[in-house]
Every structure is written in structure tokens, then in C-alpha cells.
């Protein structure tokens, strides 16, 4: 008779790769806010972020059931993603804004001492 701790042992492991696809989301958030210059760059960046999802899954996926699909993986996927978001998303945010305005200052400092003076986004 098989026990459940294997099965618990590999719904947390995938929680937590909910966890990990959160802090992707909100990187490349980050990313896109700051580096929003275009059509092309668009298209390459979501990309980039699609394939890094891909490796996250599938690295959680073989780790925690070697490849095997269950729905409960899924479900461990999605709930740490929807906890990443509830709670730690808002404190990620908060420093890409904090981030954000660093880099928009020094980029104005810079405007002005170069002497291009250009309206910042």
C-alpha cells in the first residue's frame, strides 16, 4: 500500500515552482516597465519569458515526479502562484518602483549634466 507523504512531498515541491513562476512574472514585469521601447523588444521579451516559464515547469515537473503529469501538480503550480501574488507580489512591486525611480533619476541626472534634456517616461 502506498502512502501519501511521496504525494505531499511533491505537491509542496510544485507550490514552491509556483512560488518561483511569481517572482518570473514580476521580474519580467519589472523588466517590461523599465525597457518598454517597442514593438520588437516586446515580442522578444515575451519570448524570453514564455521559455523561462517552460524551463521552471518542466525543471519542478522532473524534480518533484520525474516528468509525471498529475493534476495535483497543477493545481500546486497555480496555488503558489495565486499565494505569490496575494502576498509577496506586493512587496516585489514596491521595490521595482523604488528601482524604477532610482534609474529614472540617474537617467535625468545624466540627461542634465550631458545637457540632452528629454522628458523621462
Do not use: C
Not at 521552471?56 to 500546486?76: D, H, N, T
Amino acid at each position: 500500500m502506498e502512502t501519501t507523504a511521496p504525494q505531499v512531498y511533491i505537491f509542496l515541491i510544485t507550490v514552491y515552482g509556483g512560488l518561483l513562476v511569481g517572482v518570473a512574472y514580476d521580474i519580467y514585469r519589472l523588466i517590461r516597465r523599465i525597457v518598454n521601447r517597442g514593438r520588437w523588444l516586446t515580442i522578444v521579451l515575451d519570448v524570453l519569458f514564455i521559455i523561462t516559464l517552460g524551463i521552471i515547469v518542466f525543471a519542478v515537473l522532473y524534480i518533484a515526479s520525474s516528468g509525471e503529469l498529475r493534476l495535483f501538480i497543477f493545481l500546486g503550480l497555480a496555488l503558489g502562484f495565486a499565494l505569490y501574488m496575494a502576498g509577496l507580489s506586493m512587496f516585489f512591486r514596491f521595490l521595482g518602483g523604488k528601482i524604477r525611480q532610482r534609474l529614472r533619476a540617474a537617467r535625468k541626472k545624466d540627461d542634465h549634466i550631458s545637457g540632452n534634456r528629454q522628458d523621462i517616461s
